[in-house]
């Protein structure tokens, strides 16, 4: 009962509703410090990998939620803040928003934290397939390109989309791993969203990701 509690409580403070972001929830939410010791031996998790678009409607936990984004993008060599996936020279111009029930959050690598970005439910917007604005967790890729100093718009795509890439490989295999449903999405206004998130000219949506639990049959 206790530990039901505890949990009731902790996504009532990551998720608290409202109409508008209060200067409170604007403070960045610190995520449980993730497992590192979990998960099914690697040849199995590749067995195991593969889209499904079934999901139950209830929330992540806040631990598995933690675990997925460090798996995703997290910080594994922190003298040198590499990440968990590479990234073209090194320019880490991915950012990683999580769309809910309860708004929209940005990941924050170097604190392993959420910044609350909206406080409405965007989920419907971060694809055109009907099944998305119910899944729990909708993941956003953005590329920033006032990161990458490179010229030719073209390679600032193409290297973006690769970086997206191993990004949304980390959180398969995660997935795999817990046994979790997982697809990526490249159906996407783009435009639309990147009004509604507010996004800067300069940042580019590539994919979106859903993620949830298995819809039980």
Avoid at 174 to 186: F, I, P
Wanted: some cysteine.
């Amino acid at each position: 009962m206790k530990k039901v509690l505890f949990l009731s409580l902790f996504l009532a403070a990551i998720f608290s509703v409202g109409t508008a972001a209060t200067a409170q929830e604007l403070k960045p939410i610190k995520l449980p410090e993730p497992q590192l010791n979990i998960g099914k031996p690697l040849m199995e998790v590749f067995k195991a990998r593969k889209s499904s678009r079934d999901f139950r409607s209830e929330m992540i936990s806040p631990q598995t939620l933690s675990n997925m984004l460090w798996a995703a993008w997290g910080i594994n060599r922190p003298d040198s803040e590499k990440r968990t996936a590479p990234s073209a020279r090194n320019k880490q111009e991915i950012d990683v928003y999580v769309a809910t029930a309860e708004g929209l959050f940005l990941y924050e690598a170097k604190t392993h934290s959420l910044q609350r970005i909206l406080s409405e439910d965007i989920r419907a917007n971060t694809g055109t397939q009907e099944y998305v604005k119910n899944v729990p967790a909708n993941l956003i890729y953005v590329a920033d390109y006032s990161r990458m100093s490179e010229k030719d718009e073209a390679d600032k795509l193409a290297w973006s989309y690769a970086d997206t890439g191993f990004i949304a490989q980390n959180v398969y295999l995660y997935c795999a791993s817990e046994g979790l449903a997982v697809v990526v999405r490249a159906l996407i206004d783009r435009d639309k969203l990147a009004m509604i998130m507010k996004l800067r000219p300069e940042q580019k949506i590539t994919l979106s990701q859903s993620v949830g639990m298995h819809q039980t049959k």
